[in-house]
C-alpha cells in the first residue's frame, strides 16, 4: 500500500496532486508496562517525522514513564 501511493501524482479537476505517503508503527508491549495516550501519540508522531525524513516505513516505541 505504501509503494502504491507514495510519490505518485493524482488528477484532479484542479490539475495534477503529488502525493507523498508517510506510514509508521507504533508498537507497545505490555511486558513494559500500559503507555498513556499522550505517550502513544508522541512516539506515532515521532515515527511519522522519520518516515517522512527518511521516505521509508518506520517502527518506534513511546518511552514509558516520559508523561509531560
Known sequence: MFDG???KALKTTAGY???EAGMA???????????S????ERASVHGLVD???TRRFTETAPEMGTNA
Open 25 to 35: 508503527l507504533c508498537k507497545a508491549d505490555a511486558q513494559n508496562g500500559t503507555p
Open 37 to 40: 495516550i499522550q505517550d502513544m
Open 5 to 7: 501511493i507514495n510519490h
Open 17 to 19: 496532486i503529488s502525493v
Open 51 to 53: 518516515a517522512y525524513e
